[in-house]
C-alpha cells in the first residue's frame, strides 16, 4: 500500500468478495511500472485533478486464477487464468458503445485512480467486463506483461506497421522493446533508438541488428516512428527521421508539455498520433506474446515480495546491476 508520497507498508486490508457480477482473483504476479512511481513520489497528475487519494494499491499490470465469481458472472469460472483491462467505463455513454471506454468521462482505472484497488495484493475483485482468459499455457510472469503489451501493440497500429515497412522505434524501456518485437512479428524492419547503453544491448540479445544511440541516426528516414520515451523533445527529435506521408505514433506520457514543429507535419502530410492504453488490442496482444519472436523473459530483471515493493518504487522502479526495465512481484511469494 502507498500510504504517502514516498511512503508504502503492507498491511492487512478487508477480504475481497465475489459479488455481483465481480471476479475474485488470487493474483500470481504483477509488473511495476512508470505510473506505480509516479502513483509512489505523489506526481501523478490524477492526485491535483482530485482522482486518487491516499492511500492508494496499485498494481495494473498482472496476471492470476480465478478464486470465486459473483452470482451475474458468466465468461469465466473458477480455475481460468486471467488478467484484467485496466480501464473500467461507465458502459452506458457514447463512447463506452463505440469500445473507447478508456476515453469515458467518468472511467475507473484499477490501481490508478480511486474506487478499483490494485492488483499488489494476494487477492483483487474486478468487474467482469474488464476481464480477460489467458491461455492455460500462459506463465504469469507472460500474462503481466498483458497490459503494456496491449499498448505497445496499439501504438504499432496506430504507426500503421505492415510488413516490409521501416519502422524506428525509440526508447528501450518495456513499452519500446514490446513495440519493436511486435512490429518485427508483423514483418516490419525495426531500428531500435535509446541511450541506455545496457538496453541497447538488451535490444541486441533479443535479436535487433539495427540498434543505435539516439543522437547516431544521422539523417536516416523511416515510414513511422514510435515515440515510448515519456520524454518532452523526442517527439519533435524523431518527426525529423519520418518520411513524407509517414506516422508518428506517441506512447510516452512527458512530465512537461513538448513541442512539435507543426509546419513539418502538414508540410510532409505526417499524422502524429497519440495512444492512450491498450484496451481494443489486449486479446490481440495475449495472441503475439505467445508467438515465435517475441520474447519478454529478458526484459525482466527481477521478481520480489511485497516488502520490498515501496524500496523499489523510491529507486525509481529499478534493481541495481541489472538494465532489464522490468520488475515483477509475487504478492503470495
Given amino acids: 500500500m502507498i500510504d504517502g508520497p514516498m511512503s508504502g507498508s503492507v498491511r492487512d486490508v478487508p477480504e475481497p468478495k465475489a459479488t455481483g457480477s465481480r471476479v475474485v482473483v488470487d493474483v500470481e504476479t504483477v509488473g511495476l511500472c512508470g505510473t506505480d512511481v509516479e502513483l509512489f513520489a505523489g506526481t501523478m497528475p490524477y492526485f491535483r485533478q482530485g482522482l486518487l487519494t491516499y492511500p492508494v494499491r496499485p498494481g495494473h499490470e498482472w496476471a492470476g486464477t480465478v478464486r470465486e465469481i459473483g452470482p451475474e458472472v458468466t465468461s469465466v469460472q473458477p480455475g481460468d487464468r486471467v488478467t484484467a483491462d485496466t480501464f473500467v467505463g461507465c458502459g452506458a455513454c457514447e463512447l463506452c458503445r463505440t469500445r473507447r471506454h478508456h476515453l469515458c468521462a467518468v472511467h475507473d482505472e484499477i490501481g490508478v485512480r480511486d474506487g478499483l484497488p490494485g492488483a499488489l495484493a494476494e487477492r483483487i475483485a474486478v468487474p467482469e467486463v474488464a476481464v480477460h482468459k489467458l491461455p492455460p499455457s500462459m506463465s504469469a510472469a507472460v500474462g503481466a506483461f498483458i497490459e503494456p503489451g496491449s499498448c505497445a501493440l496499439r501504438g504499432v497500429r496506430a504507426a500503421r ?34 541511450v541506455v547503453a545496457g538496453q541497447l544491448e538488451l535490444a541486441k540479445r533479443l535479436g535487433f541488428e539495427d540498434v543505435v544511440r539516439a543522437d547516431d541516426l544521422g539523417g536516416r528516414q523511416f515510414d513511422s516512428a514510435i515515440d515510448a520515451t515519456g520524454a518532452p523533445t523526442v517527439p519533435e527529435q524523431a518527426l525529423h527521421h519520418i518520411s513524407p506521408g509517414g506516422v508518428l505514433a506517441l506512447l510516452g506520457v512527458a512530465p512537461e508539455p513538448g513541442v ?3 509546419n513539418r507535419l502538414v508540410l510532409n502530410d505526417i499524422t502524429a498520433v497519440g495512444v492512450l492504453g491498450g484496451s481494443a488490442c489486449i486479446d490481440d496482444a495475449i495472441a503475439l ?7 519478454v523473459y529478458p526484459m525482466i530483471a527481477t521478481t520480489v515480495g511485497l516488502e520490498r515493493v515501496a524500496g523499489i518504487l523510491r529507486n525509481g522502479g529499478k534493481v541495481p546491476g541489472t538494465s532489464a526495465p522490468k520488475v515483477q512481484v509475487a504478492p503470495s511469494g
Fill in 289 to 295: 506474446l505467445q508467438s515465435d519472436g517475441v520474447d
Fill in 260 to 262: 512539435l514543429e507543426v
Fill in 161 to 194: 506497421v505492415g510488413d516490409g515497412a521501416a519502422v524506428l522505434v525509440w526508447g528501450t524501456g518495456t513499452l519500446g522493446l514490446l513495440a519493436a518485437q511486435f512490429a518485427r512479428a508483423l514483418g516490419a524492419s525495426v531500428c531500435v533508438a535509446g
